[in-house]
């Protein structure tokens, strides 16, 4: 198992702390991030999909082509108050949410085709919005 950078080890500790995860769901969260990580930096084919929820947050989602199903590696949302969720293997969960462990499915999930710019436009700026 590679190590994760410092935050990553920091965020994650704390997290199963607050959480009293057993060793045993310490183990699987930290396999299904390195899973995620690498999955991420891999060169495997890629998606991208955006939708507006019913309570007017942008969700966007890339995700990466992983033994013949979609998997989700980044999820942005974006409400419309300005509060942004971030998640990835970074941060595959918080108090608010989690990075979906759903494959991705453009037609049930109502997704429209985003480019892959448009996804990093809206990662790195989150003040970008589907409905602005």
Known sequence: MGAFPGEVEE?????????EWPAETVA????????????????????????????????LYEAVWHEREWVVVRQLGVGEDGDVKR?????????DGMLTDQPLDRESWGLRPLTREDFYTAWDDPGWSLTA
Do not use: F, K, N
């Open 11 to 19: 965020y994650y500790a704390e997290l199963a702390e607050r959480r």
């Open 28 to 59: 699987a969260i930290r396999s299904t991030v390195e899973l995620i990580r690498d999955l991420d930096r891999g060169t495997a084919s890629r998606t991208y999909g955006a939708a507006v929820d019913d309570y007017g947050t942008d969700w």
């Open 87 to 95: 998640y990835w293997w970074q941060r595959i969960e918080d108090d």
